[in-house]
T-cell receptor, first 114, second 111 residues
């Protein structure tokens, strides 16, 4: 009964080779988020979509892009991965963007950059 | 200063004992508070929301102190399965539903 699904679970890419991570949800939630989490650190929000409206965090590098073709799917594109982009990438959803709404996380994609 | 701060631990807890730890937040406009649990190499999962009146869920009790700007989590009768990192999370209406995570407190329950 997976609600937030991320594929692949593990991704290995080469330095500078574009990579796309996928997230899908069966909750019909309006909001989808992408977080980056490095070892022993807190998850860091990269951006989120409220329906089709894209909201980028001010400190998210231009190297990170996102697409949301429909309610169920959201993609994270890393145009030219660097060694410092190796991390766990977490997708999350919430029904609404209001404060207090629970966010549901997917299992994450662990990215390794060689 | 980080917006949400936690003691990273680890808190080494004998099985069956009680453990408690706090989290402080710097923005007095913070409105919603949560404890998430994260197991090693897994995603964060909501443990409980934290309400002004305090709330309890089984062996877990959460408290909010707005005057001193901290929240706490207490775990009674610790189980081996309680070993995890506990993330303190806050958000503000002005920030939409952007969650701000603390760095986590690691708890290790030992036999």
């Amino acid at each position: 009964d997976a609600m937030v699904i991320q594929n692949p679970r593990y991704q290995v890419t080469q330095f500078g080779k574009p990579v796309t991570l996928s997230c899908s949800q069966t909750l019909n939630h309006n909001v989808m988020y992408w977080y980056q989490q490095k070892s022993s650190q807190a998850p860091k929000l990269l951006f989120h979509y409220y329906d089709k409206d894209f909201n980028n965090e001010a400190d998210t590098p231009d190297n990170f892009q996102s697409r949301r073709p429909n309610t169920s799917f959201c993609f994270l594109d890393i145009r030219s991965p660097g060694l410092g982009d190796a991390a766990m990438y977490l997708c999350a959803t919430s029904r609404d963007p209001g404060a207090g709404e629970t966010q549901y996380f997917g299992p994450g994609t662990r990215l390794l950059v060689l | 200063r980080k917006e949400v701060e936690q003691d990273p631990g680890p808190f080494n807890v004998p099985e069956g004992a009680t453990v408690a730890f706090n989290c402080t937040y710097s923005n007095s406009a913070s409105q919603s508070f949560f404890w998430y649990r994260q197991d090693c190499r897994k995603e964060p999962k909501l443990l409980m929301s934290v309400y002004s009146s305090g709330n309890e869920d089984g062996r877990f009790t959460a408290q909010l102190n707005r005057a001193s700007q901290y929240i706490s989590l207490l775990i009674r009768d610790s189980k081996l399965s309680d070993s995890a990192t506990y993330l303190c999370v806050v958000n503000r209406k002005a920030a939409g539903n952007k969650l701000t995570f603390g760095g986590g407190t690691r708890v290790l329950v030992k036999p």
